[in-house]
C-alpha cells in the first residue's frame, strides 16, 4: 500500500475515530483508516486482473490523499505514479455539458430549442431530423442518434484521428434508434454535436472555451482536451492498456480526435475532484442552469439507482446520499469521478479499458469505499 499526501508525511489519513483499546488487561483493537477501505477496494480491482489503480479524496476541507496498487507498467512494474495524468474519457461530457449550460445563461443558446436551429443541416438523413432534437435531449441522451464509436474500428482509427464531421457521417449513416425524447441511449455522437455547437455559437474552439470558462477560473493545473495529432500523455503518466486476444496491448498514445468533446479530456485525480466539487457546489452554473443539470431520469448504467442529467450522473452512496459525477472510457484508461454538494470527493482511475469481469462493480464500490469511509 503507497499513499500520498503533497507537503507532509502521512501519519494518519482522515477523519475516522480509531477504534482503541488502551488497557494493560487486553490487547489494542486495531486502528482502522479510510484510506485502509479504499487500498483494499483498490487491491480488489488488481485482483480483479487491472494492472494498476488510483485513488484521489478529498475531504470537504479541502485535504487530499491517495492510495494506489498495481503497477503503472507492466513491463517495468514501477507503481502507478504520484499524480498520474491520464485520458478521462466521457467525464469530457460534464465538461462540455457545462460549457453549454453557461451558454444557456448567456442567451446564447435555449435548451428546448431544435438543434437545427444553431447548426443547419447538420443532422439529417435516414431518418435522424436535427428539427425535431432539442439541446437538452443531445446533452441527457434522450436524442435517439446512433452512437458512431459504436462503427469505429479504433486499431484502424488509432493513430489517424477524425474530424467531428467525419465522426457525424459515420453516426447518421444509420436511422435513429427511436423518435427524439421517448427513450434513453447513451451516445457519444450527442456529444460531438454539441461541441460543434460550442464552436458555432462562440467561434472558438472548444478547447478554448473549456480553458477559459472553467480550468483557468478553477486553477485546474493538468486539464486540457488536446487537439488532433497530440497522442503523447505528459509526464507523469501510467502507461495504459487494453486487453487482446494475446494479452494486454499498451494504448497510451492515440489520436484523441476520433473521441473530442465526446471524451478527449486528460486530466489527473486532484484536479477532477477539484472539478466536481465547484461544479456541485454551485461556483461554475448559476442556479437555474445548475437545476437544469440536476434534472435527472432513472437509466440502466448497471448500478441501482443511477440517474442521468445533463452530463452528469446521481449515484446513490451505500451510506446513505447520493454522489454526483461521471464515469470515463477510453481505450486505456477507466475512470470514475464525483463528489458530494459541499462535501467529499473522490476519483478512482485504472489503467485499462474495456475493463475485465466484474471490474466494472469494484469499480463503484471503490468509489463508494471512498465515499464513504470516514
Known sequence: MRKTLPGRKIVAVGSLVALLAATTAAPALAVTKPGDEVD?????????????????????????????????????????????????GSVTKTFVAVVVLQLVADGKVRLDTPIDRYLPGLVRGNGNDGTQITVRQLLQHTSGLHDFSRDI????????????????????????????????????????????????????????????????????????????????????????????????????????????????LVSTGEDLNRFFAALTGGRLLHRPQQAEMQRTMPVNLGVPGAEYGLGIVSVPLSCGGTFWGHRGSVPGFTTLSGAIPHGKQVNVVLNQDPLPGKASKDLFTAVDTGFCAS
Open 40 to 88: 483494499k477496494a483498490l487491491k480488489t480491482l488488481v485482483q480483479d486482473g487491472v494492472p494498476g489503480a488510483q485513488a484521489t479524496v478529498t475531504s470537504a476541507s479541502g485535504r487530499t490523499w491517495s492510495e494506489r496498487e498495481g503497477v503503472g507498467n507492466i513491463e517495468t512494474r514501477t507503481p502507478f505514479p504520484r499524480g498520474s495524468k491520464f485520458r478521462a
Open 153 to 264: 474500428d479504433i486499431d484502424e482509427w488509432r493513430h489517424r484521428g477524425a474530424e467531428p464531421e467525419e465522426l457525424m457521417a459515420i453516426a447518421l449513416a444509420q436511422g435513429p434508434l427511436f423518435d427524439p425524447g421517448k427513450g434513453w441511449s447513451y451516445s457519444n455522437t450527442n456529444y460531438i454535436v454539441a461541441g460543434m455547437l460550442i464552436e458555432k455559437l462562440t467561434r472558438r474552439s472548444v478547447s478554448d472555451e473549456i480553458d477559459a470558462r472553467i480550468v483557468k477560473p478553477l486553477g485546474l493545473r493538468d486539464t486540457y482536451l488536446p487537439p488532433r495529432d497530440d497522442e503523447r500523455l505528459p509526464h507523469p503518466h501510467a502507461r495504459g492498456y487494453t486487453p487482446r486476444d494475446t494479452g494486454l496491448v499498451d494504448f497510451t498514445e492515440l489520436d484523441p480526435s476520433a473521441a473530442w468533446t465526446s471524451g478527449g
